[in-house]
C-alpha cells in the first residue's frame, strides 16, 4: 500500500479492480495481468495514423511504419515481418496481402484490411487529347503513337492491352497501330507502314457529317472546333471562332 488502504496509481498506470497497479502499456496487450482480467476489457480497436503507423492486430497497437520489415519483430506476434514480395503486375497491400495492380488508385477500396490502395493517388487530371492515351492507373497522358508500340511506356502497362482496336478518333493502321484521324493523308508517314498515305486511303478521303475537316485534308470531330485546344495539326479548328462557334455549336 502506498500510505492508505486502496493503492493510488500513477499517471501512467493502469487501476485494477482489486486496487492493484500495473504498468499502463500493459493494458489491452493481450494478455490479462489484473485478477479478474479487467485490463483486457473494452479495448476498442486502435486507430493508427496510416500514413506513419502500421496496427498491430495481435496487440491493437501501433508501431512507427519504418518499423515494418525492419528485421525486428515489434509486433508480439511478428506481423510487421511478414514481408513476402507480392507477385509481378500486383500491388502489396500495407498489411502484406496482394490485389491486381489495376486495383491500385482505382476509386474503390480493394485491401481488405487497409486503404493503402486508395492513398497518395495521382490527382485525376483532364482528359488526355485525341493525340494521347491515357494510362490507366496515373492517369499519365503518353503520345498516341506510343500505344501498341510493343513498348511498355504506362507502369500498369494499359498502353499494350486491347491492340488492334481504335477508337473512334483514330485510324486503323494496317500494321495494327493507331494514329488520329487528322494524321492521314499529310504526306508523313505516321503509321509507319505508310499505310496512312496510300491512294486509296487519301484519293477520295472525305471526313464524316459530324466531321470539321482540317485545311491540311485530316478530320477532328466538330466537337473539338473553338474549344482552345488546336487539334488539327495545322491549327485551323481555332480559326475563324467567331464563324465557326464553339465545341457543340460549332458548324460546317
Not at 496509481?9 to 502499456?25: A, H, K, L, M
Not at 503518353?142 to 511506356?153: F, G, Q, W
Request: with cysteine; charged share 35%; glycine share 8%.
Amino acid at each position: 500500500m502506498r500510505g492508505s488502504d486502496i493503492n493510488e496509481c500513477t499517471s501512467n498506470e493502469f487501476t485494477c479492480d482489486d486496487g492493484r497497479c500495473i504498468d499502463q502499456d500493459r493494458q489491452c496487450d493481450g494478455v490479462a495481468d489484473c485478477s479478474r482480467g479487467e485490463d483486457e476489457q473494452d479495448c476498442g480497436i486502435v486507430e493508427c495514423d496510416e500514413s506513419r503507423e502500421f496496427l498491430c492486430r495481435s496487440d491493437n497497437t501501433c508501431i512507427q511504419k519504418e518499423a515494418v520489415c525492419d528485421g525486428n519483430r515489434d509486433c508480439s506476434d511478428g506481423e510487421d515481418e511478414i514481408c513476402e514480395a507480392c507477385p509481378r503486375n500486383t500491388w502489396q497491400c500495407d498489411y502484406g496481402q496482394c490485389i491486381p495492380l489495376e486495383q491500385k488508385c482505382d476509386g474503390n477500396i480493394d485491401c481488405p484490411d487497409d486503404i493503402s490502395d486508395e492513398r497518395n493517388c495521382p490527382t485525376q487530371r483532364d482528359k488526355c487529347s485525341i493525340y494521347e492515351f491515357q494510362c490507366r492507373w496515373d492517369k499519365r497522358c503518353i503520345p498516341i503513337e506510343k500505344r501498341c508500340d510493343k513498348v511498355y511506356d504506362c507502369l500498369d502497362r494499359t498502353d499494350e492491352q486491347v491492340c488492334g482496336r481504335c477508337s473512334e478518333h483514330e485510324f486503323h493502321c494496317n500494321n495494327g497501330n493507331c494514329i488520329p484521324k487528322d494524321y492521314m493523308c499529310n504526306d508523313i508517314d505516321d503509321c509507319g507502314d505508310n499505310s496512312d498515305e496510300t491512294d486509296s486511303v487519301c484519293g477520295d478521303y472525305t471526313c464524316m457529317p459530324d466531321e470539321f475537316t482540317c485545311y491540311d485534308g485530316g478530320c477532328v470531330s466538330k466537337t473539338l472546333v473553338c474549344d482552345d485546344r488546336k487539334d488539327c495539326e495545322d491549327g485551323t479548328d481555332e480559326m475563324d471562332c467567331g464563324k465557326y462557334g464553339t465545341g457543340d455549336d460549332a458548324v460546317e
